[in-house]
């Protein structure tokens, strides 16, 4: 079956650095996405992996090992507004998207 | 980048009434749409996938007869919710993708239904 693991709920300090991790298998592989959602509202897209290595965006940073299906997001200076679900999902080779349930991260001043 | 526009983006109803909820792509055409619902704290649940012009593929568990998609156009899906009870309460989100454009998915802003 396809299955898509990151941790529930991670915490962390303003300013700090944090790392969100995501492990997926699934049937085939056409790229992985992170996408970040506040409460009540719809996810934003964050990144799109689908070479191995890191791509860096401002204060967030998405990497991938295609050989250890492995993917962490990086948020780095992180803010009082940073505390939102970050979902990872990966596009299976049908280009069908399959979710992660997402891990909530609560910033703490 | 590319808009997608939702409405209504709140609806509240009666059990047993049927509600619509329009997805529309505002800058772009979109061949594909997806319709997801997200449950309080759990993650999105795809129930549908739509192309312009085709009936919709639906994903396992999810009705087709009580979820009704039309993909009309290149800029409008809309899911009507037929019949609907309590459990049918919870966010429902579309996301489009451009042709071409398969890596890249744009969301909605969601409806929140509430059925009393």
């Known amino acids: 079956g396809q299955n898509i693991d990151q941790p529930t709920e991670m915490t962390a300090t303003e300013g700090a650095i944090v790392q969100i991790n995501c492990t997926y298998q699934?049937?085939?592989?056409?790229?992985l996405f992170w996408y970040q959602q506040h409460a009540g509202e719809a996810p934003t897209f964050l990144s799109y992996n689908v070479l191995d290595g890191l791509e860096e965006k401002g204060r967030f940073s998405s990497f991938l090992s295609r050989s250890k299906g492995y993917s962490y997001l990086l948020l780095k200076e992180l803010q009082m507004k940073d505390s939102a679900s970050y979902l990872c999902a990966v596009m299976d080779s049908n280009y069908q998207l399959i979710w992660g349930a997402g891990t909530k991260l609560i910033i703490k001043p | 980048g590319a808009v997608v526009s939702q409405h209504p983006s709140w609806v509240i109803c009666k059990s047993g009434t049927s509600v619509k909820i329009e997805c529309r792509s505002l800058?772009?055409?979109?061949?594909?749409m997806f319709w997801y619902r997200q449950f309080p704290k759990q993650s999105l649940m795809l129930m549908a996938t739509?192309?312009?012009?085709?009936?919709?593929?639906?994903e396992q568990g999810v009705e087709k007869d009580k979820f009704l998609i039309n993909h009309a156009s290149l800029t409008l899906s809309t899911l009507t919710v037929t019949s609907a009870h309590p459990e049918d309460s919870s966010f429902y989100i579309c996301?489009?993708?451009?042709?071409?454009?398969?890596?890249?998915?744009?969301f909605g802003p969601g409806t929140r239904l509430l059925v009393l």
């Open positions: 996301s489009a993708r451009a042709g071409g454009q398969v890596e890249t998915q744009y």
């Open positions: 739509s192309n312009e012009g085709s009936k919709a593929t639906y």
């Open positions: 699934t049937s085939g592989f056409n790229g």
């Open positions: 800058d772009f055409q979109a061949t594909t």
